[in-house]
């Protein structure tokens, strides 16, 4: 059975990040997240239980999985940090130095202070209940093909960590008619995605999305933390990065 691997070229440590919390913090809570998902599968596949991708069919009830031990893993990585102690709160972690949030246990219906995340295998249009404004950490990831041997399938992989500070005017809100069962959402605008694309702490080049100058600007900055990048695609490379020392 294969094991991911977490790919130190596609690690940015210049990442931006609030509240103290470091990029190798993210990086940590990415390989535990590789290591939990690793043991899982060989339990799974020991007890001949399949695999966590197939026993959690539906798509969105694996990036639930996955975003949930992301999320539990960043908030562990980090002294910064802590989950946020009320199911279905928001933000999903708190800066463990608010004193609001102490005085309740950490456990916050709706706070002003922290991270919300997201996790989906899509490239853009991520969505919300509200147009909120926080800090977002989205997980993107790639899994293997439904139809491979169990054995032989590809491990699911994160090929985008992005984070970005968003406000209500990066949201485009979607109500809902006095009739309508339809669950009210929020999508991330142009706005939104252009912040959470532009700082990325971890990613694989081939995940890179987004159209014209926008797209170019993404792949020169990928270009400044992924030397093997540099090295392939010289074209991306500027002034700030010497071609073959993206990184000391």
């Known amino acids: 059975m294969q094991t991911p691997e977490f790919n130190e070229d596609w690690f940015n440590p210049n990442a931006d990040l609030p509240y103290g919390v470091e990029p190798n913090e993210v990086r940590t809570a990415i390989k535990e997240f590789y290591d939990f998902y690793d043991d899982l599968n060989r339990f ?26 992301a999320t539990e893993e960043l908030a562990q990585a980090s002294d910064a940090l802590i989950i946020n102690q009320k199911q279905d709160g928001f933000p999903d972690i708190l800066p463990v130095d608010n004193e609001e949030y102490a005085e309740q246990d950490y456990e916050v219906h709706h706070g002003t202070e922290g991270i919300e995340t997201k996790c989906s295998k899509s490239n853009g249009g991520w969505q919300a209940h509200n147009n909120e404004e926080a800090w977002f950490v989205v997980f993107r990831y790639q899994r293997g093909n439904p139809e491979a041997d169990l054995q032989d399938m590809e491990p699911i992989r994160l090929v985008q960590v992005l984070a ?50 926008e797209l170019i600007e993404y792949k020169q900055r990928h270009a400044s933390f992924d030397p ?13 990065t010497e071609l073959g020392e993206a990184r000391e």
């Open 164 to 213: 970005g500070s968003l406000n209500e005017d990066d949201w485009s809100h979607s109500g809902r008619s006095e009739d309508s069962r339809r669950t009210i959402t929020s999508s991330i605008i142009s706005s939104g995605m252009y912040k959470l694309r532009s700082n990325p702490i971890y990613e694989d080049p081939e995940a890179i999305t987004g159209r014209g100058e």
């Open 44 to 69: 799974l596949m020991r007890e001949d239980h399949g695999r966590i991708e197939t026993v959690l069919r539906a798509n969105n009830a694996l990036s639930d999985f996955i975003g949930n031990v």
């Open 228 to 240: 093997k990048f540099a090295d392939n695609h010289p074209e991306y490379v500027t002034e700030q």
